[in-house]
């Protein structure tokens, strides 16, 4: 059973410790502000932690890309909210060619639908440099173990109020927080090109996949999923590990040295 007073109190405490340390009292939050969920809760939380007047949400829509009520959203919170298209700069990097011997080369699929994260994470952190701010990673504990999330774009981040919660608890804190429920319940997408559902593509529920993160479910203990279900989510876990590690170092041997 999930306390969500418990868990979003304590989430809020560690939002006004974590800016007690790391800013000041002007020191404002950024974040991109999708209208999914987890934008939306994370913005929640961020503004009952540090006040409405230091939170920065900024909608980032591609060509084809509504608002998707993130203004609406903004406008609820009462916080700041700033609106970049980056149609124009995706549209840069799409039209790109360049030639590999000879031979003329266009992104692939899977790359056209990560430049996008990419270019937001840039504006991001310029909207946060510009105005002395700290940039929010607004995944969650799902989406990281399964991998859905672009390196260096949605997975970067100066903080991470939601990192650790599944979708299943941050849902709990969305409806104890009193938002409205066609913004919590918001069915998941990445909004990329080719977009579908997240649900969709991973081939199980968010749902699912949090009863195996918190071991409610096992291999062994399957419950009402099935075997091969369980099967897909740990080759997803696993083929995307490398997300989740931090960035392997060479330790050269005069550094070894020096410790030993």
């Avoid at 989430?11 to 987890?38: H, M, Q, Y």
């Avoid at 995944?139 to 970067?156: F, H, I, M, P, Q």
């Avoid at 109020?161 to 299943?168: A, C, E, R």
Wanted: one cysteine or more; glycine letters at 8%; charged letters at 20%.
């Amino acid at each position: 059973m999930i306390n969500a007073s418990q868990l979003t109190a304590d989430c809020v405490d560690w939002i006004r410790d974590w800016f007690d340390k790391n800013g000041n009292a002007a020191t404002p939050a950024v974040l991109g502000l999708s209208g999914g969920k987890d934008s939306t809760i994370a913005a929640a939380l961020i503004a009952q932690a540090i006040g409405p007047q230091r939170v920065i949400g900024v909608a980032m829509p591609a060509h084809g890309q509504s608002l998707n009520d993130a203004d609406a959203i903004a406008r609820y919170l009462k916080i700041r909210f700033l609106n970049i298209p980056i149609g124009n700069v995706s549209d840069a990097f799409n039209h790109m060619v360049s030639l590999d011997d000879g031979i003329p080369l266009s992104w692939s699929e899977q790359a056209e639908q990560n430049i996008p994260p990419r270019i937001r994470m840039t504006v991001l952190y310029a909207v946060a440099q510009t105005y002395g701010g700290r940039v929010v990673n607004t995944c969650n504990l799902s989406e990281n173990w399964v991998g859905y999330a672009t390196k260096y774009g949605d997975a970067a981040g100066d903080f991470s109020p939601l990192g650790q919660l599944t979708v299943t608890e941050i849902l709990a804190m969305g409806d104890y927080l009193g938002l409205p429920k066609e913004w919590v319940h918001k069915t998941p997408d990445d909004g990329l090109p080719h977009s579908m559902s997240d649900e969709e593509k991973l081939g199980f529920r968010y749902a699912e996949v949090d009863l195996l993160i918190r071991g409610i479910i096992t291999p062994q203990s399957p419950g009402d999923i099935t075997p091969d279900k369980i099967e897909r989510m740990l080759r997803w876990h696993n083929a995307n590990l490398h997300k989740q590690l931090p960035m392997p170092h060479f330790i050269p041997s005069v550094q070894k040295e020096k410790k030993d």
